[in-house]
């Protein structure tokens, strides 16, 4: 069971990173100050989110579900656990 979780969760890191480049990728078709924006300075990601919603929902999706991938494995890695840790 840990190692399909651990799957789990490495397959979150994965589409957590294909949509972090994936939005960086969005950000500089917008323009180059939008992506070294992205790139360089808290909340502009944020920013361009919420400014350019059709071009940036489909990577923001995919990093929110690799996010939750990793807290499912993670909460239920833990559930496994004996004793007072689980």
Do not use: N, Y
């Amino acid at each position: 069971m840990h190692a399909l979780l651990t799957l789990v969760a490495l397959a979150g890191v994965f589409a957590l990173v294909v949509g972090g480049l994936w939005m960086l990728v969005r950000a500089f078709s917008e323009g180059v100050l939008w992506g070294l924006g992205c790139v360089f300075l808290p909340f502009v990601s944020l920013f361009f989110l919420i400014l350019h919603w059709r071009q940036a929902k489909d990577p923001f999706f995919l990093q929110l579900m690799g996010l939750g991938a990793i807290f499912a494995a993670a909460i239920l890695d833990r559930a496994a656990l004996p004793g007072f840790l689980g």
